[in-house]
C-alpha cells in the first residue's frame, strides 16, 4: 500500500479514494489505514445503486451523520456525497461538522448549473426526485430534462 501512495505521489497525482463500503464498521478501518498512509481525501459513499425518493429536509443526506463522525476518526479531508438537495440542509452541515465538501450526482444530472443556481440564489432545492431513471436513460440523461 505504502509502495503505491509513493509511486502516486511521485507523479504528482491526487489520491482520492471512494469507498464503496465506507458506511460500515469495515470501512472506517480502512479509512483509517488509508489515512495513515497519506491519502488526500476519503468520500463516504455507499454501496449499490443511488437510492431512491430523496426528499429535500425528509431524508437528505443520509450518510452525512456518518461522514461527520468520521472527521473525528481520521486527519484527512473527508467529502460526502448521496441525497443532498437542499441549500440550508447543505449550509448546516458545512458550518456545523468539520466534512470539508459536499459532492453532488443527480442533481447535476437534473439540473447541471445547479450549484450556479444555488450560489445566486436561483433556487434553493434541486429539481431532482431521485426516481433513478437516469440509470437505464441513453447517455444517463435526466429524463425530466429536455
Ligand atoms: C447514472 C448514474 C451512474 C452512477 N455511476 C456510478 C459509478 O460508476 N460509480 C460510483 O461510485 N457511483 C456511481 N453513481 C452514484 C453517484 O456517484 C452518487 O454516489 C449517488 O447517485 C448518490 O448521490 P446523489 O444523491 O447526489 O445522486 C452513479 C449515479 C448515477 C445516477
Ligand atoms: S432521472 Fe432525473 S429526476 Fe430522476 S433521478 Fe435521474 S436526475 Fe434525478
Same mark, same amino acid.
Given at each position: 500500500?505504502?509502495?503505491i501512495?509513493e509511486q502516486?505521489k511521485?507523479?504528482?497525482?491526487?489520491v482520492?479514494?471512494?469507498l464503496?463500503r465506507?458506511?460500515?464498521w469495515?470501512?472506517?478501518?480502512?479509512?483509517?489505514?488509508l489515512?495513515r498512509?497519506?491519502?488526500?481525501s476519503i468520500?463516504?459513499?455507499?454501496?449499490?445503486?443511488?437510492?431512491?425518493?430523496? @426528499? !429535500?429536509?425528509v431524508? =437528505?443526506?443520509? $450518510?452525512?451523520?456518518?461522514?461527520a /463522525?468520521l472527521?473525528?476518526d481520521v486527519?484527512?479531508? #473527508?467529502?460526502v456525497?448521496?441525497?443532498?438537495r437542499?441549500?440550508?440542509?447543505?449550509?448546516?452541515?458545512?458550518?456545523?461538522?468539520?466534512?470539508a465538501?459536499?459532492s453532488?450526482? @443527480? !442533481?447535476l444530472?437534473? =439540473?447541471?448549473n $445547479?450549484?450556479?443556481?444555488?450560489? /445566486?440564489?436561483?433556487?434553493?432545492?434541486s429539481?431532482? #426526485?431521485?426516481?433513478n431513471a437516469?440509470?437505464s436513460?441513453?447517455?444517463?440523461?435526466?429524463?425530466?430534462?429536455?
Open positions: 500500500m505504502k509502495n501512495f502516486v511521485l507523479r504528482n497525482l491526487t482520492k479514494n471512494r464503496m465506507s458506511a460500515t469495515e470501512g472506517v478501518a480502512i479509512c483509517k489505514m489515512a498512509e497519506g491519502i488526500d468520500e463516504v459513499s455507499g454501496n449499490g445503486t443511488s437510492v431512491s425518493g430523496i @426528499r !429535500p429536509h431524508n =437528505e443526506g443520509y $450518510f452525512a451523520k456518518f461522514a /463522525k472527521t473525528k486527519d484527512t479531508p #473527508v467529502i456525497v448521496v441525497g443532498l437542499s441549500r440550508d440542509v447543505m449550509e448546516n452541515l458545512l458550518n456545523s461538522t468539520d466534512i465538501l459536499l453532488l450526482s @443527480r !442533481p444530472l437534473r =439540473e447541471p $445547479f450549484p450556479a443556481m444555488l450560489e /445566486k440564489g436561483e433556487t434553493s432545492e429539481k431532482c #426526485v431521485s426516481c437516469c440509470y436513460s441513453q447517455e444517463h440523461r435526466c429524463i425530466f430534462r429536455k
